[in-house]
């Protein structure tokens, strides 16, 4: 998997899976553009790879901020390679006659509305080099909903359908499009899908790893190696494509 010398950016970077992310392509030479509102987990990647990492403090569901790091990478690295939609928030299950128009917005705003301005900020310099790939991750949710995941499901479906109407439409300029489902992934984030006031650790135990035909959560280094497999050349005849990283969670 060749990313030696590809420029990615990757939001949700200060998070458990996408801090994953962007330490997976640094070891592989990438140079890395870490966006994420909060990018203190990052200090110590970035003393580490000086060269290689420019961390962005943004705000993805903000049109401007989104312009303006994108920007920001283009010329600290003077191309775009990789996106990496990584940035998602949870939704702790809430019955649908309980979900306040807010929560709503807020969880459509990050998982599905983000996607869109990364996509379409990064996509006239994917066309200049005629190349490039987008990854976006939803979750296995989509086809495997559990109840009182309703706005979570519905913002994932949605990148999902965003994903293939990109790659249609961005195929003549040999600009990739995938998506990731992840299942139930071993992150902090995991926890935050129980029921308010719910027991997070008897949760991840009895409900989400047992809801894994393989019998183990699913870890950040495997939505890292898809996103990386993604990225490369290896799968220069994929796009379009929905990728189950899920243990067997969706069959």
Known sequence: MNVNEKVAIVTGAGGGMGKVVVEQFLEQGAKVAGIDIQTAGLVELESRYPEQLLVIQGNLADEESVESAIKKTAETFGQIDVLANVAGIAQAATDIEKVSLKDWERIMSINSTA?????????????????????????????????????????????????KALAIELAPYNIRVNAINPGPADTKMLGEFTTAGGNEGEAKENIFRKSVPLGELITPEAIANCVLYLSSDLAKMMTGSVVNVDGGRGI
């Open 115 to 163: 996607v869109f301005l990364t996509s379409r900020a990064v996509v006239p310099y994917m066309k200049q080099q005629k190349n490039g790939s987008i990854i976006n991750i939803a979750s296995v949710s989509v086809d495997r909903p559990r109840p009182g995941l309703n706005a979570y499901v519905a913002s994932k479906g949605a990148t999902i359908s965003l994903t």
